[in-house]
């Protein structure tokens, strides 16, 4: 397996499991949690020197550094968004993460990370006590106020938390007035107070509005557009101070509503959505009269896309975020030069190294000519076609050998 270019000392194996990806997925922006892991201790203290590649472990991968803590002799715990080509419904994807260069610049490119569909990607951090990033450059928030929404704990590190009138105001740049749309949030509702929205675009009767409605007993996900004024009530329920994954989509035929990765409404509407000068707000309307219909509880990672992302693609956006291991599986440290953990574990159980390599290679001629590398450890060591940890040693060996003919 070829490595990265000279610096980085260190890899791991991230495979992206295919078990809720139904159809295959083109330049998803996956979600990777590293967990405080000890094995990037051997990273900067500002995460700078990662970088993710390929299954060929050379070609570098647009990423996005949501959030970074450790590293420098410490666990890292961190929250990236990677960009694959293709995660495939049968095998799902493979991608490596570099790290270990004290040198590195930052790597990370995050509007490159979502695509030319996604017109607006907030984390929901604080970009400062005022504002949040939006993560596509284009359409950062400005709060009501300092504080107003407060930043919380998150469903993916931290996320706004409204208490009734606040809101996060997101301008009304062009890209927020798509003709067909998907509009994405995790939330964790408070107690009822009415009308709650989550997600609004213009005023009242303009654009669309993504909203939760309670109606005494149970809470709803309310769908409503300018030109029909049609309140769609998805009778799924969303259980208080728990968080759920919201989606409302249109494609220019159906307007959709999804919960927890299941389309739980759809509705024939054909058109075009029609829209006014408003701004796009968070957690208020901006229609221009009353209340605004706030919402009370935590708002995280929303997202607006100018298409109606595929049922596949929510899906797995879904459990990607939800599941505990987040649909992936890590392999093994690797190192470039020395594993010692690795040979300690294997090569002392099946073979005496200094032994071997003292009998089968004089070394104190130091010619390559003397020793044909690939075909000596294929047979001394039969490895070809076991497990990721032998391939591993196999590839530690031959540059080892190398270096001591250097």
């Known amino acids: 397996m070829s490595w990265l270019i000279s610096g980085w000392k260190y890899r791991k194996k991230i495979t992206v499991q295919d078990a809720y990806v139904d159809s295959d997925l083109a330049d998803f922006p996956a979600y990777v949690f590293i967990d405080a892991d000890a094995d990037f201790h051997e990273t900067r ?13 050379k070609a570098l991968l647009k990423y996005e550094r949501e959030h970074w803590a450790g590293g420098n002799g410490s666990p890292a715990t961190a929250h990236f968004w990677v960009k694959v080509p293709s995660v495939l419904a049968s095998g799902g994807a493979v991608i490596y993460v570099y ?48 504080n107003e929404p407060l930043e919380a704990d998150g469903k993916v590190y ?81 259980a208080i101070g728990k968080w759920h994954h919201v989606v409302f989509t249109y494609d220019g035929t159906h307007k959709r509503i999804y919960a927890d990765g299941k389309e739980i409404w759809s509705k024939e509407r054909p058109g075009i959505l029609s829209y006014s ?36 693609w929510l899906k797995f956006g879904y459990h990607n975020i939800n599941e505990a291991d987040n649909e992936i599986a890590w392999g093994i440290e690797e190192g470039i030069l020395y594993s010692e953990r690795l040979m300690d574990a294997y090569l002392e159980k099946k073979m005496n190294l200094s032994g ?27 490895i070809s076609g076991k497990t990721e940890e032998a391939l591993a040693i196999k590839g530690v060996l031959r540059r080892t050998i190398k270096e001591e003919l250097t």
């Open 45 to 57: 203290a500002d995460g700078h020197d990662i970088r993710f590649t390929l299954s060929d472990g």
């Open 99 to 146: 790290y270990g260069n004290p040198n590195a610049g930052d790597g990370q490119d995050a509007p490159n990370v979502w695509d030319a569909n996604f017109k607006g990607v907030w984390h929901m951090k604080d970009k400062t006590a005022s504002t949040i990033a939006d993560s596509t450059g284009v359409n950062d928030g400005t709060k009501k106020a300092a």
């Open 158 to 238: 931290k996320g706004q938390d409204f208490d009734g009138d606040d809101y996060a105001d997101c301008g009304n740049d062009e890209s927020l007035r798509p003709n067909y749309f998907t509009v994405v949030a995790w939330i964790k509702q408070d107690a009822p107070s009415g009308h709650d929205t989550i997600t609004v675009f213009s005023y009242y009767f303009d654009g669309y509005w993504c909203a939760t409605y309670f109606d005494g007993f149970t809470f709803y996900l309310k769908f409503t557009d300018g030109d029909d004024g049609d309140y769609n009530l998805a009778r799924g329920t969303l």
């Open 277 to 312: 000068g408003a701004s796009l707000r968070l957690g208020k309307s901006s229609h221009a009269e009353g209340s605004g219909y706030p919402f009370t509880g935590i708002i995280d990672e929303v997202r607006i896309s100018d298409i109606a992302r595929t049922d596949a």
């Open 356 to 382: 071997l390599l003292e009998e089968k290679l004089n070394i104190s001629a130091k010619t390559e000519e003397k020793i044909n590398f690939s075909g000596f450890l294929d047979k001394q060591l039969d």
